[in-house]
């Protein structure tokens, strides 16, 4: 294969000067004047273009570019000055139209020139860094007719009348409105902004200045919002039809500043009408409008949240101290439900779900839920109510979302360990008594409370029920081992409960029927023979009894009662009449639970098998009790409730309240001894921060125990404080 050498070419210039005749270009920018003037006349149709762009093209080629761009330029400036005098002759409303008219005009004979001197607009301008020729008819048409004297201010003010004339209710010529802004934009965005934006934003300001302090004085807060919702969505209407989108942002700015930024407070305070009366008389619209409105504006939003903040707070802490509403803590919860689901709901549907809303619905109700330090009793309470067999059937999806409402009002509690203490007291009354609406709903709840809490949160719980199955196998092979030996006699249930599961019962000793003792004897014979190294103790304030009673002339009904009631019950088979004293001597019950007993039998209508003398409401140690036998009721199955307060007594509340500190105290130290053992040296106050952060999810740790806990450890040698430091600790390994 042959390689070829490549062939350089060069082009040199013609070796003899070609001489042009002097008057060259002065004839030819004659003709090309003459052609402008009559482009600019509307006289262009017979003109030859092609000739007209040689005659161009030969003066930049004979280096008289110079002559050619300055003729355009004092050519195209005559016209104009001859138009800006056209435009300032046009009188009223025709002075739009004209200057829109010469625009057009100017734009179509500018096409022309400039195709005429495109070799000029290729070549000579962008080496002699002149103004192409577009940008240069425009710049002569900002300075000769835009920024004329007698044109700018007039400009301007026909401007800015045409829209306040839009704004107070005229229709105008948007089409016209259109081209002349659009002609500013063309010209350039400083010129859009210097001759117009500028002062029509500053005109709107004061505009909407004085419009807002006209509404405020007289609309209530739903129809000043409405108001500046509607003015807000002209203004952005307005900028879509006639002005430049970059407009938009600073305009919409202009009036959220002075129709909401500048009232915000004023209109949330507004007495009847402000943002409280939309929540309290849940106005989800008004809401919506509000919320919508005050996010475009600074600090909007925090501004109706801390409104809502410090609303929420007022009401929740009127509900838990007002002590009418103590009284019934299942009403005291559910009015704290329905509270939460009404703002969850405005804040769904009015608030666009925002999350820092429900963030200061969760601390408000956090803060005023833990005011009353009953509401972990009175929250388990309503669970019990929930799940208590009732008259009324309830289906498992209505428990299950009644359940999921319930754990939210759980999370906001700070002693957890309360809650479980109480919570621990009504499952075991419900597993005990069969009154619960179903195992399944139990466990569910349990299930919760294991999710938010942990394991060992729910050992006991899960260990009451591993109890009540353990009984019913045990009872199968009792009765299975005893079958030769049970004739016509009382069938005994027993439930055996591991005292570690379930609550501590002080159980006083009460002295049961002799038919019933001698299965109870039986059944404790069986069980010890077969379990060794076992302790067994009646807890006979936690029975119950079905028992068969005949009243007058041979009703029979089936009573349900308390072991304490059948014992009460049993007495007036050998007896027709008892005093109070026979009736506490021969049971031996405590006289509280004695009291009660003979209350719910002698004294609730509809219940009473006994009867009391003297009559009256409660009972006295000199009444007399008699068998009832004019007893009747419509079922043949009677269920007989102890009269008994729902919530705690004082003392009791105060026992309860000393067995969760005491429980505690070995929680507090468990904690500390991990945060030294991994920390080794830690002083006084990041060991309370460590530890309170640690047990927060059950409990907030009382600083001053947490110190005692530490002392007590430093006693037993767990920990030891430094020799020079002393609010320095050191772990003991």
Not at 486 to 492: N, Q, R
Not at 689 to 710: A, D, H
Request: hydrophobic share 35%; charged share 30%.
């Amino acid at each position: 294969m042959s390689s070829q050498k490549k062939r350089t070419y060069k082009i040199q210039a013609f070796k003899h000067r070609v001489e042009i005749d002097p008057k060259y270009a002065e004839r030819t920018w004659k003709v090309l004047e003459h052609a402008i003037h009559e482009i600019y006349n509307h006289n262009a149709s017979g003109l030859s273009f092609e000739e007209l762009y040689r005659s161009a093209y030969n003066m930049v080629l004979h280096k008289y570019g110079e002559t050619l761009y300055t003729g355009l330029v004092n050519t195209m400036t005559w016209h104009l000055k001859e138009i800006a005098k056209s435009v300032e002759a046009a009188q009223g409303g025709l002075f739009l139209e004209e200057l829109n008219r010469k625009w057009v005009d100017h734009n179509k004979a500018l096409q022309m020139i400039r195709d005429i001197l495109m070799y000029m607009d290729r070549t000579f301008v962008p080496i002699c860094h002149k103004t192409p020729v577009h940008e240069l008819g425009l710049s002569l048409w900002r300075d000769n007719i835009i920024r004329s004297s007698k044109i700018q201010t007039r400009l301007l003010d026909s401007l800015l009348d045409l829209i306040h004339r839009e704004r107070t209710g005229e229709v105008i010529n948007r089409g016209l409105m259109r081209n002349i802004t659009k002609m500013l934009m063309e010209l350039g965005s400083s010129v859009y902004q210097e001759e117009f934006e500028k002062p029509f934003l500053e005109l709107s300001a004061s505009f909407y200045s004085g419009e807002s302090q006209q509404f405020i004085e007289s609309c209530d807060c739903a129809d000043y919002l409405k108001k500046a919702k509607g003015r807000l969505f002209e203004e952005m209407e307005r900028v879509s039809h006639y002005l430049d989108a970059k407009t938009e942002a600073k305009l919409t700015s202009v009036v959220e500043k002075e129709m909401i930024a500048n009232h915000m407070l004023r209109l949330v305070h507004m007495e009847n009408s402000g943002f409280v009366n939309m929540l309290v008389h849940d106005k989800h619209e008004d809401l919506s409008r509000i919320y919508n409105l005050f996010c475009r504006v600074p600090e909007g939003l925090s501004t109706i949240r801390n409104v809502m903040t410090s609303h929420l707070r007022q009401i929740g802490k009127q509900l838990v101290t007002d002590p009418e509403r103590l009284k019934d803590p299942v009403d005291f919860v559910q009015r704290l439900l329905n509270e939460k689901d009404k703002h969850d709901k405005i804040i769904s549907t009015a608030f666009n779900n925002d999350k820092t809303f429900h963030n200061a619905l969760n601390s408000s109700f956090e803060y005023f839920i833990n005011l009353n330090n009953r509401s972990p009793e009175f929250i388990s309470l309503y669970v019990d109510d929930k799940l208590r067999k009732g008259l009324k059937e309830v289906s498992e999806e209505d428990v299950e979302i009644v359940l999921d409402k319930v754990m939210i009002l759980f999370r906001y509690l700070q002693e957890k360990d309360v809650f479980e203490k109480y919570y621990k007291q009504h499952l075991a009354k419900r597993l005990l008594s069969g009154r619960t609406v179903s195992d399944d709903a139990e466990r569910s709840m349990i299930v919760k409370l294991k999710t938010e809490c942990g394991y060992q949160f729910t050992s006991k719980l899960e260990g009451m029920f591993t109890d009540m199955k353990t009984s019913q196998d045990t009872m199968q092979e009792f009765y299975a081992s005893q079958s030769s030996e049970i004739g016509d006699g009382p069938a005994l249930a027993v439930h055996i409960l591991t005292t570690g599961s379930w609550p501590t019962q002080s159980s006083a000793p009460c002295n049961l029927p002799a038919e019933i003792l001698s299965v109870c004897e039986k059944f404790r014979w069986y069980y010890l023979g077969t379990h060794t190294g076992r302790r067994l103790t009646w807890q006979t304030n936690m029975g119950t009894a079905d028992i068969k009673a005949t009243f007058g002339v041979g009703q029979k009904h089936e009573l349900n009662v308390s072991t304490y009631q059948m014992c009460v019950l049993m007495l007036f088979n050998s007896a027709d009449g008892l005093a109070y004293k026979e009736i506490e001597q021969a049971t031996n019950i405590p006289m509280s639970d004695l009291k009660r007993c003979l209350q719910s039998l002698a004294c609730v209508k509809g219940k009473n098998v006994l009867r009391k003398e003297p009559m009256s409401k409660d009972i006295s140690e000199d009444d007399t009790f008699y068998f009832n036998d004019k007893f009747t009721s419509k079922f043949v199955k009677v269920k007989i409730g102890t009269v008994v307060a729902q919530k705690e007594s004082e003392p009791e509340k105060q026992e309860t309240r000393q067995r969760v500190e005491e429980d505690r105290k070995p929680q507090i130290e468990a904690a500390i001894v991990r945060i030294m053992k991994s920390r080794r040296v830690l002083d006084h106050n990041n060991v309370v921060t460590e530890v309170t952060k640690q047990l927060q999810s059950r409990f907030l740790p009382n600083p001053v125990m947490i110190k005692k806990r530490i002392e007590s450890l430093i006693e037993r040698e767990f920990l030891e404080r430094d020799k020079t430091e002393m609010k320095l600790y050191r772990y003991l390994a």
